[in-house]
Nanobody
């Protein structure tokens, strides 16, 4: 019913930048909060950044000042601009969206398939 397709991951050297995109499609009536999470090998998935429907944002302390989350409601897309990347940012990055389906009553969370980000020193 809902698909979240991420793009923009890849390999970069320390100090470099990447921009992730996540486009939502399907039987969507409304998109509420959207966010990016990441999971490194052997670690739990953690919140990186989130943005509300009104574009309020919050960030993990480890990425404040380096990452910027934004959204384009018309395109149903959320972005994550990542600058000054370091090896500790290496992980699979997942987007999440809270969606109200066209035939739904409640908002439901959907996840993307993940995109790998690798930062080498």
């Amino acid at each position: 019913q809902v698909q979240l397709v991420e793009s923009g991951g890849g390999s970069v050297q320390a100090g470099g930048s990447l921009r992730l995109s996540c486009a939502a499609s399907g039987s969507i009536l409304s998109l509420n909060g959207m966010g990016w999470y990441r999971q490194a090998p052997g670690k739990q998935r953690e919140l990186v950044a989130a943005i509300s429907s009104g574009s309020s944002t919050n960030y993990a302390d480890s990425v404040k000042g380096r990452f910027t989350i934004s959204r384009d409601n018309a395109k149903k897309t959320v972005y994550l601009e990542m600058n000054s990347l370091n090896p500790e940012d290496t992980a699979v990055y997942y987007c999440k969206a809270r969606v109200l389906l066209q035939q739904g009553i409640y908002y439901t969370d959907y996840w993307g398939q993940g995109t790998q980000v690798t930062v080498s020193s």
